[in-house]
């Protein structure tokens, strides 16, 4: 198991932009594909992005795609999503989390990002 824990959530106003961090701890977290999810009030949990662990291999939502970067320091044990040009849309928990297969084990506890008009 991967344990992780996400920062850097806040609120900010539209256009602006965020840098969510995703630490990981577990010995093998370098060879896991990482991804962020996020969940709006009464909507279900959505994919944003993932990030193979060699780093070369992204994907995103098409919704984001253009405004967000996913990134991995696997010296640093770290995931990052960097969020540009944000819209109140945006607004939702987002998570991080691991997976090793097709589907993802681990998650952090989520940290909440509010986008305001």
């Known amino acids: 198991q991967v344990q992780l824990v996400e920062s850097g959530g806040g609120l900010v106003q539209a256009g602006g932009s965020l840098r969510l961090s995703c630490a990981a701890s577990?010995?093998?977290?370098?060879?896991?594909?990482m991804g962020w999810f996020r969940q709006a009030p009464g909507k279900e949990r959505g994919f944003v992005a993932a990030?193979?662990?060699?780093?070369?291999?992204?994907y995103y939502t098409d919704s984001v795609k253009g405004r967000f970067t996913i990134s991995r320091d696997n010296a640093k044990n770290t995931v990052y999503l960097q969020m540009n040009s944000l819209k109140p849309e945006d607004t939702a928990v987002y998570y991080c989390?691991?997976?090793?297969?097709?589907?993802?084990?681990?998650w952090g506890q989520g940290t909440q990002v509010t986008v305001s008009s």
């Open positions: 990030i193979a662990w060699s780093g070369g291999r992204k």
């Open positions: 989390a691991a997976r090793q297969g097709s589907i993802y084990d681990d």
């Open positions: 577990g010995r093998t977290f370098s060879g896991y594909t």
